[in-house]
């Protein structure tokens, strides 16, 4: 009975009911024993430290601590809470900070391991997190690296590195899970650092200082790429929206038959001179205010400016070169470069519905989706592939069961293509439609297919696009909210500093 009890006696407090390490069988172990069975956690193992304590605790202490074991447990401080680890089980982990610590024999070593070393404990102090340090101190018993949902993944892996730890160690499941959590954190950190750098303005305000005429061109710079900067600003930024508004509608309307005629003609072109004249002021304006030509002549917005204009000019430029009447009796290849000449003009005409896209300056829906389609190019990508897989697929069935059949326009796999593509789509015009039983279910499969391909991306896209729109849209209302305090504290400092001298001015008139 009462070696019973001493067998319960020798059982300690586990943070885990399940794990027993080692075997209790004798009731007077040696310490060497006793170093082996050394449990997971013990409250009189882990306890709170305090700076404040005299060296008359500590050698008191000391001078009841059993000798026996002051020469096989290491005394671990780590952010005010005490550990103590055998010797014996650090050293099975040389490569790990404790485990140096525990078969060093140099002194000078083990003080550039810690981050200071208290003589009359004996103990090592670590400015490291304590509550990490718990999944530290279970490893060195129990061989095996615990992870936790609640662990932050940059702070753990952080910690583990710096006690020199392998995320090895830990169990295969935890580790699948820690990596997902851990790629998943990197993907957000990835996107958040995008999406800064979109919001963060092609120009800063200190990049002006010390430049030739910097405030002007730094007010310049403000009032045509800052909407939020002034009054003045936002109007430029209307009218510039109302010009390309203008210029898409003027391009369109000189394609209708009614306006073809001289007077509607010319009503168009001097529109289209008018609006060129503004886009290219308001480029000059950008290229004399920018503070670095390398920067603006790559940014993405200004080649879209650039494109804007020179479809402008070179017509301009086409029509000078091919003035004056042309004799009948001149060379035939004369008459066909003129030819082309008038093809090459409707091309660069064509080049200015390209100026919609300088919405996108002032737009932050268009913004939004140029950021989700490069975000989710992989996607997208893989969806192009899917719809080229199964417009080849389909077309190639199509035209073997149909090809036999008399007066069919499935005559061969590329004339199968259209209806491959409008059938994916799931538009289906119509205009090509098969004959034959098996054909009429090439085209069931194919239409399935469609339904299943254009039903897979939408949701990625839309959710991406809705967290990308909402974040954007809450930078755009903090610029907003930010350019109007400041202009409100303005004007009260501006209004007390015409207060303070309204004051003086009595003060004198009554002197």
């Given at each position: ?5 001493r067998?319960?006696g ?12 080692g075997?209790?069988?004798?009731c ?5 024993k006793e ?9 009189s ?18 001078s ?32 790990t ?5 525990a ?24 400015d ?22 609640e ?9 583990i ?31 958040q ?57 003027s ?12 007077t ?32 603006f ?16 000019y ?12 042309i ?14 000449l ?12 390209f ?10 829906g ?6 989700t ?41 590329p ?31 194919c239409i ?17 696009f ?17 350019a ?28």
């Amino acid at each position: 009975m009462s070696g019973a009890i001493r067998q319960l006696g020798m059982r300690r407090a586990s943070l885990y009911d399940n794990l027993k390490i080692g075997s209790h069988q004798d009731c007077c172990p040696t310490p060497e024993k006793e170093i082996t069975v050394f449990p997971f956690a013990q409250g009189s193992l882990i306890k709170q430290w305090s700076s404040m304590q005299n060296v008359t605790d500590g050698n008191q202490e000391k001078s009841n601590a059993p000798p026996q074991q002051n020469r096989y447990f290491l005394n671990i401080n780590v952010g005010g809470t005490s550990f103590r680890i055998a010797c014996k089980v650090a050293a099975r982990y040389p490569i790990t900070r404790i485990g140096k610590l525990a078969i060093y024999t140099d002194p000078m070593k083990k003080l550039q391991l810690c981050d200071d070393y208290s003589v009359q404990r004996n103990e090592y102090y670590f400015d490291r997190d304590p509550f990490v340090f718990y999944y530290i101190f279970h490893f060195y018993q129990s061989g095996v690296l615990w992870i936790m949902d609640e662990l932050c993944p940059a702070n753990f892996v952080e910690e583990i590195e710096y006690w020199g730890i392998h995320l090895r160690y830990s169990q295969r499941c935890c580790r699948i899970l820690f990596e997902e959590k851990q790629s998943e954190l990197n993907e957000y950190l990835k996107v958040q650092r995008e999406l800064e750098a979109e919001l963060e303005p092609a120009e800063r305000e200190e990049e002006f200082e010390g430049k030739c005429l910097g405030g002007f061109r730094k007010a310049v710079w403000n009032l045509i790429e800052n909407p939020y900067s002034s009054i003045p600003a936002k109007i430029i930024a209307i009218m510039s929206s109302l010009f390309v508004l203008i210029s898409i509608v003027s391009m369109t309307l000189s394609t209708v038959e009614e306006m073809q005629h001289k007077t509607g003609k010319a009503c168009m072109e001097q529109l289209e001179a008018v609006c060129a004249v503004f886009f290219t002021s308001e480029y000059l304006m950008k290229l004399i205010s920018t503070s670095s030509f390398q920067k603006f002549l790559r940014a993405a917005f200004n080649a879209v400016d650039m494109l804007a204009i020179l479809p402008f000019y070179i017509q301009i430029l086409f029509e000078y070169l091919t003035e004056g009447d042309i004799l009948y009796h001149e060379e035939l290849h004369r008459m066909k470069s003129v030819s082309k000449l008038g093809k090459v003009l409707k091309l660069i005409k064509l080049l200015r519905i390209f100026r919609i896209l300088k919405l996108a300056r002032h737009s932050t829906g268009l913004r939004a989706f140029g950021f989700t389609i490069r975000q989710c190019y992989q996607q997208v990508c893989c969806l192009l592939l899917f719809i080229a897989m199964g417009v080849f697929t389909f077309s190639a069935l199509m035209h073997s069961v149909e090809h036999d059949v008399p007066g069919t326009n499935f005559t061969s796999i590329p004339d199968a293509w259209w209806w491959a593509a409008v059938s994916l789509s799931t538009v289906g015009y119509g205009d090509t439609v098969p004959d034959t039983v098996l054909g009429r279910m090439v085209a069931f499969g194919c239409i399935s297919f469609g339904i299943i391909l254009n039903g897979m991306p939408i949701s990625i896209l839309y959710n991406k696009f809705s967290d990308y729109y909402a974040k954007l849209k809450a930078h755009e209302n903090e610029t907003s909210l930010s350019a109007k305090l400041g202009k409100k504290i303005c004007f009260k400092e501006r209004a007390m500093k015409k207060l303070a001298e309204c004051c003086c001015a009595d003060t004198h008139i009554h002197h």
